[in-house]
């Protein structure tokens, strides 16, 4: 269904406001539970022009989207995680390496495509307003631009996976990239049996969700609001709520 966007300054729909938070609260980074089944261009369409539509600075636009649907690119790929895999396991000890050693970390042959967002960070010339002084705003750019396809994403009922564990150059290498375009996030992307109601990492107990409102300042460093402050109460509410499987909307 065609819509029309609103640009006035109103809240959206109580409605749409909820399906917002619903994707934010109930977006997963999927592994293990993609299924074959081939995405619509059309929907395929819809996600890459909501990355495109992501903030950039100076307005820049430094990504590309490189689709990788080749199977033999794809098992090149995942013999280069295979690799960057055993080394990163090497790192942990103990009770953290063998439970390391459980989890599946990417979707690479399951999920039906692949997707590499790149940055160029030549696209507009060497000075671009915003970046003169903080370089990397156009990398954070293109997470952005990862973010808004992962909960598009969400909302048309698919999984995305970001896989992080290669070696950089070998991954550009792989996929053809030139040196100066640097690989932002290698996505996996596809139609999931089911959604995990928290994050696996969080479930396996690696790490515990951290209280929101235990990561809040006030206008210094370090400085935490008061325990009756208001802000801080409506957050401990809220939190309380999404743990309970209720959106705060």
């Known amino acids: 269904m065609e819509q029309t966007l609103s640009f006035d300054d109103q809240p959206f729909p109580a409605a749409a406001r909820a399906a ?35 903030p950039s600075v100076g307005f820049m636009q430094p990504w590309n989207f490189l689709l990788i649907r080749d199977a033999a690119t794809r098992r090149r790929v995942h013999d280069l995680f295979d690799t960057a895999n055993q080394e990163a396991h090497a790192q942990f000890s103990g009770e953290r390496r063998e439970l390391y050693s459980r989890f599946k970390l990417e979707g690479i042959l399951e999920a039906p495509f692949n997707l590499c967002i790149t940055c160029d960070r030549e696209r507009t010339g060497p000075v671009v307003i915003g970046r003169t002084h903080i370089k990397t705003m156009d990398l954070y750019s293109c997470v952005c631009a990862v973010q808004n396809l992962w909960l598009a994403a969400r909302a048309e009922g698919l999984g995305v996976g970001w896989v992080s564990i290669f070696d950089q150059e070998r991954l550009q290498a792989a996929l053809g990239i030139p040196a100066h375009i640097v690989p ?15 994050p696996e990492l969080e479930k396996a107990g690696w790490l515990p969700r951290l209280p929101v409102e235990e990561l809040v300042y006030l206008d210094r460093w370090g400085q935490a609001t008061a325990d009756d402050d208001s802000l801080r109460l409506t957050l401990q509410a809220m939190r309380q709520d999404a743990a309970e499987g209720r959106w705060p909307a």
Not at 184 to 198: E, M, P, Q, T, W
């Open 20 to 54: 917002v938070y619903q994707a934010i609260f109930s977006r997963r980074d999927v592994r293990g539970q993609f299924l074959p089944e081939p995405i619509d261009d059309a929907v395929l369409a819809r996600l890459l022009m909501a990355a495109h539509h992501a």
């Open 184 to 198: 932002i996030a290698y996505l996996c992307v596809g139609k999931v049996s089911h959604f995990h109601d928290k």
